[in-house]
C-alpha cells in the first residue's frame, strides 16, 4: 500500500533506519562505559575509556544528524507540496555519510587515537581531540560536503514549493548547523581561544540552531496528529524559538564563566541562561494545549506520546536541569562536576533523542506503507519503549545528580588540604554509579522494547 | 494566545530578537578576544607549549580528564595539575614517572593507558600543563584539587 503523499519523501527511511542502529551502539557503549565507571579496569586494555566516550558522543551527534536529514527530507516536500529536487543526490550523501561514519568509529576503536591522527593527516590542518570535535579532519571535511550537498537539495525543493513558517524555520536550523560547524575547523594554538571559539559549535547547536530544527519538527507533528490550525500553531513557533535564541545566544555567557574572559561575561551569562527555560517550558504548555483542542483523533497514539513526551523532558533537562547550575556562583562549585553529566544526558535525551523519535514513530507507518499508524500492538509495544526509556533516563539523571551534589559537597567546597581528591572522592560515589549503570540496563530494555515495536505487524484474519 | 498578537508579530520578534542579540554577541566576543591576552598569558607560548597542547589533542586526553572543568569527568581536573603535583621542583619529575608507570594494573582502579611518549614530549606536556595553570580563569577551581 502506498501511503506517501510525495513519493520522494521514500528517502527518509535509510536515514531513520541507520539512525536507530547507531543508537543502538551508542547505549551500549554508554552501557560500557557505566561499567569503567565503578569497576575501573573492565575491558580497559581493550577499549579504554577515552575511546568509549568518543564513540558514545560521536555516534550520538551522528545519529541525531541523521535523524534531523531523515525529518527534513520527510517533511520538506510535503510542506514545500512538491517532490524532493534530487532523491538521487539524497541516497547518494547518505552512502557517504554512512560510510564516513562508520569508518572513523571503526577508526576510534581499531587503532590507538595517535595513530588515527597521523595517518589522516591531522599535522598538516590539526582539528582533533578536542571533546566532541574528535574527528579527523578528512571527516569533518566529508561532512561539510555532505550538509552542502544536503542543503542544496531542501534549499532547492522549497525554492519551488510552497514556504511555510515550519520549512523557513527548519532550512534556517540546518544552515546555522552547516555554519557553527565550521568552527570547528579553527584550533589556535592559544587554549583561551580555542576554547572560546569551540563553543560556538557546541552551544550555538544544541542551545541555539537546534532548537529551531526540534521546534519546527514538532511544529509538523503537531499540525498532523492534532489537525489544529497552521496559523495557530506557526505563531506558537515563532513565539518559542524567538524565546529560545534571545536567550540562547547571550545564553552562551555561562560557558565561558571561567575561561579566559572578562567578568562581564557572569553577568550576561546568568541572567540570559536564567531565561533559557522559559522556551521549553512554553513548548510544554503549547504541546498540551494543542493535543487538547485537537481536531481529529489520530490512529497514532504512539506519535502523540513522543511529541508530549519530548517536550517535557526537553523541559526538565534542558530546561530545570540546565538552570540548576548555570548561575555562576553555582557553577563555580559545580562546574565539571557529575551535575553537568546529569544534565547533559537529559537534555540530549530530551530534547533531541526524543524530537527524532518522534517523527520516525509518526512517519514510520507511511514510510512503511503500513498506514497511518502501525497495528495497535505495535503501538502498545512502542509505549512500552517510551516509558521505560523516559524513566530509566530520569533516573539516570537522578543518580547522577546525587553523586554530583556528593562530589561538590566532598571535592569542590572545602579548603584545599582539606577537600577530598578527585579519585577518592569518586571512591565514595561508587554506589550512585550502580545504581546508574543498573538504570542504564532498563534503558536498554526499553531501547530494545522500542525497536522490537517496528517488526509487530498485524495477524491477518483469513 | 491572543488573537490581536498576529503571526506576523511572532514572526518579526524572531527574526528582530535574533539579529539584535546576535549583533551584541558579536560586539561582545569582539572585546572579549581584545581583551583576552592580559589573561592568557600568550606571550609565554613557547614551542614546548604549543608543541605539549599538539600532544595532549592527539592522545585525546580530553576523552578522560578534564581542563579548565570542560571534558570527560573519569579522571582528575588538569589544568591546575602542575600545582597540585610539585610545581616549580617536582612537577616535571612527577609528570615523567607517571606517564611511564602507566597502565598501573592495579585491579578494579580506573586504568589510564600506556602513551609511549619520549622524554621531550612528556617534557613539552609539561610546559604545557605549566602554562596553563597560570591562567587567569576568574579563579577557578576553588580549591587545588580542580
Known amino acids: 500500500m502506498n501511503t506517501l503523499k510525495y513519493q520522494s519523501q521514500a528517502v527518509a527511511k535509510p536515514y531513520f533506519i541507520f539512525a536507530m542502529i547507531l543508537f543502538v551502539g551508542q547505549i551500549l557503549f554508554g552501557l560500557l562505559m557505566g561499567m569503567q565507571y565503578v569497576v575501573g579496569d573492565f575491558l580497559g586494555g581493550l577499549i579504554p575509556f577515552n575511546v568509549a566516550r568518543m564513540v558514545h558522543t560521536n555516534l550520538l551527534i551522528v545519529w541525531l544528524l541523521f535523524g534531523f536529514m531523515g525529518a527534513a527530507y520527510y517533511m520538506i516536500p510535503e510542506e514545500s507540496e512538491t517532490e524532493l529536487y534530487s532523491p538521487k543526490l539524497a541516497i547518494a550523501l547518505f552512502w557517504i555519510f554512512a560510510a564516513a561514519g562508520v569508518l572513523t568509529i571503526l577508526g576510534y576503536l581499531l587503532v590507538p587515537y595517535s595513530t588515527l591522527a597521523d595517518i589522516t593527516f591531522n599535522e598538516l590542518w590539526p582539528t582533533m581531540g578536542r571533546e566532541f570535535l574528535e574527528q579527523p579532519t578528512i571527516t569533518k571535511i566529508g561532512i561539510v560536503v555532505v550538509a552542502l550537498g544536503f542543503l542544496f537539495n531542501i534549499g532547492m525543493t522549497i525554492l519551488k514549493g510552497r514556504k511555510t513558517a515550519i520549512n523557513m524555520v527548519m532550512m534556517t536550523g540546518l544552515i546555522g548547523l552547516a555554519v557553527f560547524f565550521l568552527f570547528s575547523f579553527y584550533n589556535p594554538t592559544n587554549l583561551a581561544l580555542d576554547k572560546y571559539f569551540w563553543w560556538f559549535v557546541v552551544h550555538l547547536w544544541v542551545e541555539g540552531v537546534w532548537e529551531l530544527i526540534m521546534g519546527a519538527i514538532l511544529a509538523y507533528i503537531l499540525i498532523k496528529v492534532t489537525g489544529v490550525d497552521r496559523e495557530v500553531i506557526e505563531k506558537w513557533l515563532y513565539v518559542i524559538i524567538a524565546m529560545a535564541l534571545i536567550s540562547g545566544i547571550l545564553g552562551t555567557g555561562h560557558h565561558f564563566y571561567w575561561l579566559m574572559v572578562p567578568e562581564y561575561w557572569q553577568w550576561v551569562g546568568s541572567i540570559f541562561s536564567a531565561l533559557e527555560p522559559l522556551p521549553f517550558f512554553a513548548m510544554v504548555l503549547y504541546a498540551f494545549n494543542m493535543v487538547n483542542r485537537r481536531r481529529r483523533e489520530h490512529p497514532n497514539k504512539a506519535a502523540t506520546l513522543w511529541a508530549l513526551g519530548t517536550a517535557v523532558m526537553a523541559f526538565l533537562g534542558a530546561g530545570v536541569w540546565g538552570f540548576l547550575h548555570t548561575l555562576s556562583f553555582v557553577n563555580y562549585y559545580t562546574h565539571g562536576t557529575q551535575i553537568t553529566a546529569a544534565h547533559g544526558h537529559m537534555a540530549f535525551y530530551g530534547a533531541y533523542a526524543m524530537i527524532v523519535m518522534t517523527i520516525i514513530s509518526y512517519a514510520m507507518p507511511k514510510l512503511r506503507g503500513i498506514g497511518e499508524a502501525n497495528c495497535n500492538k505495535a503501538q502498545v509495544v512502542e509505549m512500552w519503549g517510551f516509558w521505560l526509556m523516559t524513566v530509566a533516563m530520569v533516573f539516570i539523571t537522578l543518580f547522577l545528580t546525587g553523586a554530583g551534589i556528593l562530589q561538590v559537597w566532598l571535592q569542590r567546597i572545602p579548603e584545599s588540604g582539606e577537600a577530598l581528591s578527585f579519585m577518592a572522592t569518586q571512591d565514595k560515589l561508587e554506589i550512585f554509579y550502580w545504581l546508574r549503570e543498573i538504570a542504564g540496563v532498563f534503558f536498554l530494555l526499553g531501547l530494545i522494547s522500542y525497536l522490537t515495536s517496528f517488526f509487530i505487524t498485524e495477524k491477518k484474519t483469513a | ?146
Open chain 2, 1 to 146: 494566545m491572543s488573537e490581536s498578537f498576529t503571526k506576523g508579530m511572532a514572526r518579526n520578534i524572531y527574526y528582530g530578537g535574533s539579529v539584535f542579540f546576535f549583533l551584541i554577541f558579536l560586539a561582545l566576543t569582539f572585546h572579549t578576544v581584545k581583551e583576552m591576552p592580559k589573561r592568557d598569558n600568550r606571550e609565554n607560548i613557547t614551542e614546548a607549549v604549543a608543541n605539549g597542547k599538539h600532544l595532549w589533542e592527539k592522545n585525546n586526553c580530553i576523552g578522560c580528564h578534564t581542563l579548565i572543568g570542560e571534558g570527560a569527568y573519569f579522571a582528575p581536573e588538569l589544568m591546575n595539575v602542575y600545582n597540585r603535583r610539585g610545581g616549580e621542583a617536582g612537577f616535571k619529575p612527577f609528570l615523567n614517572g607517571w606517564m611511564n608507570a602507566q597502565p598501573l594494573n592495579i585491579p578494579g582502579r580506573r586504568q589510564m593507558p600506556q602513551f609511549n611518549l619520549t622524554d621531550q614530549e612528556i617534557d613539552d606536556l609539561a610546559e604545557f600543563l605549566k602554562w596553563t595553570s597560570e591562567l587567569d580563569t576568574n579563579n577557578w577551581p576553588p580549591n587545588i584539587e580542580g
